[in-house]
């Protein structure tokens, strides 16, 4: 569940699986919009399924959103109408007595490139309509589930910076997420820019585009040598829908973390995530598959 579309798979125990998506209604911060998208997503689930869903072993959920223990959303900056929100109701109420587990977003695309990587220490970077990210160390997600997320968006690059959703100045969300990139190059344009406009213009060589885009990638790559400076993961993955389908965006976040090393202490690769934009969703099928378990 992301903040403008939503991805659904459902996997089978004879190997078969199924995939749809959606895309949310613009946002509000009227408490009734987050009952309308909740209905919205109990629609597009029993169209997936063909009917009211039953048989799943495990369900896992991928989302941006800060949930309390009951799972009540706490926070949402890109959909304010969902806070107080009581998900996890919502989501027993559409699966029944099947086991759901909840995780964020950027934490379960570490865990899904990690797996496809066949690589125990990485940082991912998520960029989307926000910025989202995951470590994996030695096999296991930091802080840990317990500890709450990643929250590599809001790492502070730039003191006297944007503000960002959250209400702070300078997390690199308010720099490289997809909506911040797309004003910057509006800006720099004087006219609005579709993200065609832009990954064609950037394709294209056109300076305003690939100025508005490398200073996303300069922050990204701020935040991830930053981290690597403390915990050393072996590589750092780019990825998400907006990082995705833009030419050159991963190459363009590796010459900047090469412009930020220091004599002995080169930054780890920079790689495209392996899962493209869905990173977050296989990562969502992983938990599903440890929630099987435990029932």
Request: with cysteine; proline share 6%; hydrophobic share 45%.
């Given at each position: 569940?992301?903040?403008?579309?939503?991805?659904?798979?459902?996997?089978?125990?004879?190997?078969t699986?199924?995939?749809?998506g959606?895309?949310?209604?613009?946002?509000?911060?009227?408490?009734?919009?987050?009952?309308?998208?909740?209905?919205?997503?109990?629609?597009?689930?029993?169209?997936?399924?063909?009917?009211?869903?039953?048989?799943?072993?495990?369900?896992?959920?991928?989302?941006?959103?800060?949930?309390?223990?009951?799972?009540?959303?706490?926070?949402?900056?890109?959909?304010?109408?969902?806070?107080?929100?009581?998900?996890?109701?919502?989501?027993r109420?559409?699966?029944?007595?099947?086991?759901?587990?909840?995780?964020?977003?950027?934490?379960?695309?570490?865990?899904?490139?990690?797996?496809?990587?066949?690589?125990?220490?990485?940082?991912?970077?998520?960029?989307g309509?926000?910025?989202?990210?995951?470590?994996?160390l030695g096999?296991?997600?930091?802080p840990?589930?317990?500890?709450g997320?990643?929250?590599?968006?809001h790492?502070?690059?730039?003191?006297?910076?944007?503000?960002c959703?959250?209400?702070?100045?300078?997390?690199?969300?308010?720099?490289?997420?997809?909506?911040?990139?797309?004003r910057?190059?509006?800006?720099?344009?004087?006219?609005?820019?579709?993200?065609?406009?832009?990954?064609?213009?950037?394709?294209?060589?056109?300076?305003?585009?690939?100025?508005?885009?490398?200073?996303?990638?300069?922050a990204?790559?701020?935040?991830?040598?930053?981290?690597?400076?403390?915990l050393?993961?072996?590589?750092?993955?780019?990825?998400?829908?907006?990082?995705?389908?833009?030419?050159?965006?991963?190459?363009?976040?590796?010459?900047e973390?090469?412009?930020?090393?220091?004599?002995?202490?080169?930054?780890?690769?920079?790689?495209?995530?392996?899962?493209?934009?869905?990173?977050?969703?296989?990562?969502?099928?992983?938990?599903?598959?440890?929630?099987?378990?435990?029932n």
């Amino acid at each position: 569940m992301g903040g403008t579309k939503v991805a659904l798979r459902a996997e089978h125990a004879d190997g078969t699986m199924r995939e749809a998506g959606f895309r949310w209604p613009p946002a509000t911060d009227r408490p009734a919009h987050a009952a309308a998208d909740l209905d919205l997503l109990a629609r597009q689930v029993r169209e997936l399924c063909g009917g009211a869903p039953a048989g799943f072993a495990g369900v896992g959920v991928a989302m941006p959103a800060t949930l309390d223990a009951a799972g009540v959303v706490t926070a949402w900056p890109n959909r304010p109408g969902w806070t107080g929100a009581d998900l996890g109701g919502a989501l027993r109420g559409i699966f029944g007595a099947t086991r759901v587990a909840c995780a964020d977003d950027g934490d379960l695309a570490a865990l899904a490139e990690a797996h496809a990587a066949d690589r125990p220490d990485l940082l991912y970077l998520g960029v989307g309509t926000g910025v989202g990210g995951g470590i994996v160390l030695g096999g296991r997600l930091l802080p840990g589930p317990s500890r709450g997320s990643c929250e590599i968006g809001h790492l502070i690059v730039d003191r006297s910076g944007a503000r960002c959703d959250c209400g702070r100045r300078g997390c690199v969300q308010s720099v490289a997420s997809g909506p911040a990139v797309l004003r910057r190059a509006a800006r720099a344009r004087g006219t609005e820019v579709t993200f065609a406009e832009l990954a064609g213009a950037l394709a294209d060589g056109t300076g305003w585009a690939a100025d508005a885009v490398r200073e996303a990638c300069a922050a990204l790559a701020a935040a991830a040598v930053g981290v690597s400076e403390l915990l050393r993961p072996a590589l750092v993955v780019v990825g998400g829908g907006f990082a995705d389908g833009l030419p050159g965006f991963t190459a363009m976040v590796a010459e900047e973390a090469a412009r930020l090393a220091r004599p002995g202490h080169p930054p780890p690769p920079v790689e495209p995530a392996r899962l493209g934009g869905s990173s977050s969703l296989h990562g969502a099928v992983l938990l599903a598959k440890e929630a099987s378990q435990q029932n």
